[in-house]
């Protein structure tokens, strides 16, 4: 049986538990997180090296979690914060190309064999990389997770009217991509 | 895709069209193991558990082995001294009595 919240935390505290608890966290939630993670950088290597960033973080990190959140809460603030630093670095790289960052990302979607989407959910994908990458996490944590806007709340810490508002307009955007291709 | 021209979002699948390499998860949590080093945790842990097994076999096995040869060595003594009991009990002029007695009989046998 696996322990409770609460037991993981007070392992946190002992230093002969704290790898086996860690070890039970990364088999819980890797997969939420990948997906989260994945989600937004698009291909499967580089949400692999954020997600082994963002566990990393949480190991180092362990001493600053004094169970005041949810684990669960703890580890998306990092996934997302790594997932932003991630595709900034990825846009500072391009800042000198005339290679459009979105545009490369959307070709290295194409062409990863971990892609197996039809037309409509490719251009889902394109759409969806249109937006700002705030309103992109609200957006793929609402759409495809169905994240409550509380929990959203807690882990990206704006208030749920903003997080509201920023899915309304995020879908907008979307249908009016959609009906301006064709 | 004209029909698409006034297509709501809800309508498109929800299924996320990525996929991962197999048994990725699986992996994923092993490397993160040893990255902790919680697999060298559990492999110090099993090592000293196996030591304490075999510490406890080889102390059954000379406990067993010291208690054999006090056995044995009792067993000795013991035939030991049952014989110089014997020997002590038995008066030794009856003994030579009862061997001139046996003599001429038997050379009368013969």
Redesign the interface.
């Known amino acids: 049986m696996n322990p409770t919240e609460e037991e993981l935390v007070l392992q946190f505290s002992q230093p002969t538990h704290r790898?086996?608890a860690?070890?039970i966290i990364?088999?819980t939630y890797?997969?939420r997180l990948?997906?989260h993670i994945?989600?937004m950088v698009?291909i499967?290597d580089d949400a692999?090296d954020v997600?082994?960033n963002t566990?990393?973080k949480a190991?180092n990190g362990l001493d600053g979690f004094r169970g005041d959140s949810q684990i669960s809460t703890w580890l998306y603030r990092i996934a997302t914060n790594e997932t932003l630093t991630f595709l900034t670095n990825k846009r500072m790289r391009f800042q000198n190309s005339i290679d459009d960052v979105d545009e490369v990302m959307l070709q290295n979607l194409k062409s990863d064999t971990?892609?197996?989407?039809?037309?409509?959910?490719?251009?889902?994908?394109k759409a969806i990389l249109t937006l700002p990458e705030k309103q992109r996490l609200v957006f793929n944590m609402k759409?495809?997770d169905d994240i409550t806007y509380d929990q959203m709340e807690a882990i990206l810490g704006t208030s749920v009217g903003a997080l509201k508002a920023s899915y309304h307009f995020a879908?907008k955007k979307?249908?009016k991509y959609?009906?301006d291709?064709? | 895709m004209k029909n698409n021209k006034n297509i709501g979002i809800e309508k498109i699948s929800k299924e996320l069209p990525f996929s991962v390499p197999e048994n990725y998860f699986n992996q994923f949590a092993l490397q993160m193991d040893e990255q902790i080093g919680f697999r060298k945790h559990l492999q110090h842990k099993n090592i000293k558990t196996w030591m304490y097994i075999a510490a406890m076999f080889i102390g059954i096995i000379v406990t067993g082995q010291v208690f054999y040869s006090i056995n044995q060595n009792n067993a000795t003594r013991n035939a030991d001294n049952y014989e110089s009991y014997v020997l002590s009990q038995v008066n030794e002029n009856s003994l030579v009595d009862l061997y001139v007695d046996e003599a001429p009989s038997k050379s009368n046998e013969k």
């Not at chain 1, 971990?114 to 994908?125: A, D, R, S, T, V």
């Open positions: 790898a086996g860690f070890s990364v088999r890797q997969e990948y997906w994945r989600k698009l499967h692999n997600l082994q566990f990393m190991w971990y892609f197996n989407g039809n037309e409509i959910q490719l251009k889902l994908q759409y495809y879908v979307i249908e959609f009906s291709e064709d």
